[in-house]
């Protein structure tokens, strides 16, 4: 969502790469456990984004995606 909002920064990126490296070792993924989680993100994440319908993601940027941003910067290592 970050990316798409053009709101990506890379201490936001590092801070999404940790939080996936932390979540990964809670649920004990393997490299393919965390493939997939990612694939179903991924379209999760399409499946969202297409009802938000044309325009409606710009406020979903401006609250959840900015949201996320702040969250992810807060986490970098």
Known sequence: MAE????LTDR??????????????AEKLDAE????ARIAAGVA???????????GARGWCRTEGADAVRRFEAAAE
């Open 4 to 7: 798409q909002c053009g709101l």
């Open 12 to 25: 936001a990126e590092q801070g999404f790469e940790a939080e996936e490296r932390r979540l990964a070792r």
């Open 33 to 36: 456990g965390i493939t997939k």
């Open 45 to 55: 994440f399409a499946s969202e984004y297409q009802n938000r319908g044309l325009g």
